[in-house]
């Protein structure tokens, strides 16, 4: 928890109370089903907020922006990005349905925050921005979601894809055809957990 209030020290008191209170949470409901791996689980705001909070790096979302997140698992990386842009909209949806019930139940009842037990082929509305966690390869990813996000600009950078992934992505990323900004996660938060690991971005143009 210190390393999130470290590198973002403008918190207000309830986004500083509402991050507390997600060790205790996802604590009590990964005892009973395993969303976090239960071997780093003692890394949870290290490898799995602050991970999360990396998009927050690369772009500020605006209020009212309608945020997607794809395969969110336990709720990562929607639940620390939907307390930090509280006027922001974010839709989390993930197949399983145990992973749903702790988003809703992690997600410290966030007005902001919808967690969906659904496919993401089977949504009708449409987005400004999508992020994701190393879900899918970025080809299938691309080919899910790209109709679903609207042009235009909801925040600091162009509507468009925020993915978090890591290695060497290049092949992968060609594959689509499309052109990607890849921002390495080491230029903003400095522990070793992040020395590979990336934010990559294509704008919806």
Not at 96 to 123: H, S
């Amino acid at each position: 928890m210190d390393s999130v209030f470290r590198y973002f020290p403008d918190l207000t008191p309830r986004q500083r109370e509402q991050f507390a209170a997600l060790g205790p949470l996802y604590a009590e409901w990964n005892a009973r089903i395993n969303v976090v791996s239960r071997k780093d689980f003692d890394q949870l705001y290290l490898r799995h907020v602050l991970h999360s909070l990396a998009i927050a790096r690369v772009c500020a979302f605006a209020a009212g922006a309608r945020v997607l997140d794809v395969g969110c698992g336990g709720g990562f990386p929607s639940v620390p990005l939907a307390i930090l842009f509280p006027e922001s909209r974010f839709t989390a949806v993930d197949s399983i349905g145990k992973k749903i019930t702790v988003v809703r139940a992690a997600g410290l009842g966030l007005q902001n925050l919808d967690p969906r037990c659904v496919r993401v082929e089977t949504l009708q509305e449409r987005y400004d921005y999508v992020v994701s966690r190393a879900v899918t390869a970025m080809p299938e990813f691309v080919r899910w979601i790209w109709a679903k996000i609207g042009k235009g600009q909801k925040g600091s950078l162009p509507n468009g894809i925020l993915y978090l992934k890591g290695g060497d992505l290049a092949e992968e990323l060609a594959q689509t055809g499309m052109r990607w900004y890849i921002y390495d996660i080491p230029r903003f938060f400095g522990e070793e957990f992040f020395e590979t690991k990336k934010v990559v971005y294509t704008p919806k143009i």
